[in-house]
Antibody, heavy 126, light 106 residues
Framework: EVQLVESGGGLVQPGGSLRLSCAAS????????MSWVRQAPGKGLEWVAN????????YYVDSVKGRFTISRDNTKNSLYLQMNSLRAEDTALYYC???????????????????WGKGTTVTVSS | DIQLTQSPSFLSASVGDRVTITCRAS??????LAWYQQKPGKAPKLLIY???TLHSGVPSRFSGSGSGTDFTLTISSLQPEDFATYYC?????????FGGGTTVEI
């Protein structure tokens, strides 16, 4: 069964740090771009970060640049999000997701997030 | 950054209704658009990618159309299990962005 399972969430004080993990199973993890997406309580979805298959490319939403680091260990089929200098506005349910793509045959690659975990909750509060 | 504006934000409908949700991009994104369904307390589920391609296992009552800046998600005959929140997402360029969501309620 294809599965992503997040862990590592919890309650942390403003300015603190947390490391989220996402364990992948049922598919060849090393073949896929991976993402972190978050959802603040009662709010919509917000993309946080992406990482390429070999970790050579990483992208972040502006609000977390310099504070969050996405990484992966393909030998452990695991994705990580190191979160430093946490703020109240980082409070959210954090999902990991795998990115697959459809190739049009004309050189276009249409990516999409097709497998999602159930999420892990991060609460930043004093 | 590319902004995605979904409308309406809330939609009241009945079983059997035809429902259309629109997603407008602040600049052209070709067909680099996906649609997701999210039910309360659950992770999002992929419905459509490349603006109009139905994901495996998704019922055929769901369809997507559009290219450039204007996109639609249509549910041809609303079923009880379709009451949920729907999000569009652009994957044309970073930062990836989602629309604000459309909640389909009874």
């Amino acid at each position: 069964e294809v599965q992503l399972v997040e862990s590592g969430g919890g309650l942390v004080q403003p300015g603190g740090s947390l490391r989220l993990s996402c364990a992948a199973s049922g598919f060849t993890f090393s073949n896929y771009w991976m993402s972190w997406v978050r959802q603040a309580p009662g709010k919509g979805l917000e993309w946080v970060a992406n990482i390429k298959q070999d970790g050579s490319e990483k992208y972040y939403v502006d609000s977390v640049k310099g504070r969050f680091t996405i990484s992966r260990d393909n030998t452990k089929n695991s994705l990580y999000l190191q979160m430093n200098s946490l703020r109240a506005e980082d409070t959210a349910l954090y999902y990991c997701a795998s990115l697959d793509y459809y190739g049009s045959g004309r050189g276009d690659y249409y990516y999409y997030m097709d497998v999602w975990g159930k999420g892990t909750t991060v609460t930043v509060s004093s | 950054d590319i902004q995605l504006t979904q409308s309406p934000s809330f939609l009241s409908a009945s079983v059997g209704d035809r429902v259309t949700i629109t997603c407008r991009a602040s600049q052209g994104i070709s067909s680099y658009l996906a649609w997701y369904q999210q039910k309360p307390g659950k992770a999002p589920k992929l419905l459509i990618y490349a603006a109009s391609t139905l994901h495996s296992g998704v019922p055929s009552r769901f369809s997507g159309s559009g290219s450039g800046t204007d996109f639609t998600l249509t549910i041809s005959s609303l079923q009880p299990e379709d009451f949920a929140t729907y999000y569009c997402q652009q994957l044309n360029s970073y930062p990836l962005t989602f629309g604000g969501g459309t909640t389909v309620e009874i």
